[in-house]
């Protein structure tokens, strides 16, 4: 990852066989947010709650998907997660809008 960016990342939560605790998926998940901070990471499992699904976006998570899922509710939901890496991109290149004024 350090040299390479990607608009979306899909991350499983659970790896291991037998594993369903999501704590697989939140250790790469952090990996990944500290390497690129602006990371738009949907985040995978068969095994969700909503605990989970909290923990995961508190953590950095774009989003939450449970399998089965359906295809159109996946591709909008990585379309959503496209669009906002693009806007976020733009606003690193543009730099933070200097027309509205700070309150004082």
């Known amino acids: 990852m350090n040299n390479n960016s ?10 291991t066989r037998d594993v369903t605790s999501g704590q697989e998926g939140l250790h790469w ?3 990944i947010i500290a390497i ?10 068969a095994f969700g709650d909503i605990n989970l699904a909290v ?13 089965p899922w359906q295809n159109e509710k996946l ?3 990585i379309f959503a997660a496209g669009s906002l ?3 976020r991109w733009k606003l690193s290149i543009s730099g ?4 509205s004024s700070a309150l004082t």
């Open 85 to 87: 890496h693009r806007a």
């Open 6 to 15: 990607y608009d979306v990342i899909l991350l499983d939560m659970n790896f």
């Open 36 to 45: 690129d901070p602006e990371a738009v990471v949907i985040m995978i499992t």
């Open 55 to 67: 923990t995961a976006i508190k953590r950095g998570a774009t989003d939450f998907v449970l399998k």
């Open 96 to 99: 933070p809008d200097r027309s």
């Open 29 to 31: 998940l952090s990996e």
């Open 75 to 77: 591709l909008a939901t």
